[in-house]
């Protein structure tokens, strides 16, 4: 319990300092973006929503501290102000309407990553030297040095454009109804093949060499000779011995995982054009939109610290010596 | 390096008289290592074509002219962009700017991170404490939104990209070699040289820092890989320097001029395959660091494996 209340502490303070950070970063930066900002979108908005932008973005008479305040109180009751390349809609609705895309494409991404991943390092390390463990991971080592987003241009181009296979924009096709039928789910899917599919290539090879490199450490220990010793089958020693015991590590890069997925997944979504928080912050940055800016990174640092805080959970679960202290 | 035997107890006594011994067998070590050989050649090629780019590719490679989308030929060996500019001296002088990014962002970083890790590992407590929690929070704000972010409100320009790499960049060295730090600070000579009196930064730089030269070195490899990558991502949103040629912008203006769905390959090839070809040199130099000082991971087999290969 003393474990979780202290990681609990450390997400906080870990999220007060990415929305401190938000706070000055307009307010200190030589130049100034907001005024370039402003001088784009002042014939389309009301005085008011002007006088409410300047205040979330520094442009401000009163002193700092009052400042701070204010942004605080708006950060946790949700205001977080109007998109200016989508205006005049809340910051908050443009991102409700995106994250999930987001959590649907990352998610998938990820789990098929790790589980897959996890199992070719335990296959790697069972039988050191053999195939799996000779061709494999120089192989993911050297798609996984390729740019996330240049893969996810190769694919799009071999796969979307030469071959015709998958479609190549967006996550649904256009004027179709979303709803829970097959052809909308079958066509969602389709549409999330690509996508995935490069941030598989690239973060399968990390899963793959942390797995295999904990499997090799844990094969030397003396239960495993135990267990041999004792007749087991191989298959089960390998699976509810080694891999049990290796898995810890790959638990606590899953929550750190998901953070390198969300970057990932920004850059994979950019070049498919797909609607996830991702692709909203490239249209944030080019239409100078800081305040959907800050309110997508804050919500993706938001889900990130969550996520480690349920990995951490998860790990006190996982980990008896963690609790005993 | 000397890292292996240091983890274990009771050799420490070995290490004053014999300490060159153990750097000898590293650099012996890597340069009969086929993963380093290899991942060397591939950086020396790479840091010759940027440093001959200028004669080898005279004038502006950015420079518009009305060749636009041509296919690889015998003049244009990798094609023309839709912009009429050759992509074979886009790519070669793009080298020049991601790799001295790269290069920046990873010395700037691993220096930042040996001064964390050694000040928190040397004086602990308070400051240990206070130090690891802004790594940890680094560490864990989610890397490409906060550049993005950082980006975007700095003024644009090269210095800017170079200060955001680095400041996402430290805190993953800073961790790896604090924890390393704290297991040489605990040994015996660390604490016979604080009670000889020497000062913290000749105990922290003289005394620890050699010994953990290896690591460094493995730090220093992945912070130059991040930094090539991130750059190049940065640029490929539009958040970097537009006016300097460099794979990350060539990427951005292919994508940017439609070169995926106009079929020009050409024009996207090139430089993504570079970022790879360098990280991946970069990475084998770094598996075989690892491997030279990790007596575990090297590929001579061990009687318990061959053993248990024989009784499948």
Known sequence: ?325 | MTTAILKQPGTTAAKTPAARKPNRSFVHGILTNKKALTGMAVMLVFIALALLAPLLFPGDPSRITAMASMEPSAEHWLGTTAKGQDVLALTVHGSRSSLFVGLTVGFASTFIGILVGLASAYFGKFIDEALSLVTNVFLLLPGLPLLVILAAFLPPGLGTVILVLVITGWAGSARVLRSQALSIRSKDFVAAAVVSGERAGRIMFREILPNMASIVMGTLLACVIYGIGAQAGLEFLGLGDASTVSWGNNLFWAGNEGALLTGSWWVFVPSGVCIALVAFALALINYAVDEVTNPRLRKIKTPKDTDRSASK
């Open chain 1, 1 to 325: 319990m003393r474990f979780i209340l202290r990681r609990l502490g450390f997400y906080l303070i870990a999220f007060w300092a990415s929305i401190t950070l938000n706070f000055l970063l307009p307010r200190f930066m030589p130049g100034d973006p907001v005024s370039r900002m402003f001088a784009r979108t002042q014939d389309r908005m009301q005085p008011e929503q002007i006088e409410a932008l300047r205040k979330l973005l520094g442009v401000d008479d009163r002193p700092l501290w009052e400042q701070y305040i204010g942004y605080m109180t708006n950060i946790f009751t949700g205001q977080m102000g109007v998109s200016i390349s989508r205006f005049p809609t809340p910051v908050t609705e443009v991102i409700a309407s995106q994250i999930g895309w987001t959590l649907l494409l990352g998610g998938t991404a990820l789990v098929i990553a790790a589980v897959v991943g996890n199992l070719l390092g335990v296959l790697a390390a069972w039988r050191r030297g053999g195939a799996i463990d000779s061709a494999l991971p120089p192989l993911l080592v050297f798609i996984g040095s390729f740019p996330y987003f240049w893969l996810a241009m190769g694919a799009l181009y071999l796969f979307g454009v030469v071959l015709n296979w998958f479609p190549i924009r967006h996550a649904f096709t256009a004027g179709l109804e979303p709803g829970f039928t097959w052809e909308y789910i079958g066509d969602v899917g389709a549409h999330l093949v690509l996508p995935a599919l490069t941030i598989v290539l690239v973060s399968i090879g990390g899963w793959m060499l942390g797995m295999r490199n904990t499997m090799i450490a844990t094969n030397s220990e003396d239960y495993i000779t135990m267990a041999e010793a004792k007749g087991l089958r191989p298959g089960r020693i390998m699976l509810r011995y080694a891999a049990r015991n290796a898995m810890l590590p790959s638990v606590t890069s899953f929550g750190m995982g998901l953070g390198f997925v969300v970057g990932g997944a920004l850059l994979t979504e950019v070049v498919f054009a797909y609607p996830g928080v991702g692709y909203q912050l490239l249209n944030a940055v080019q239409g100078l939109d800081y305040p959907l800016m800050q309110g997508l990174f804050l919500t993706i640092t938001a889900a990130v610290l969550l996520a480690n805080f349920l990995v951490d959970i998860l790990y006190v679960r996982l980990d008896p010596r963690v609790r005993s202290n």
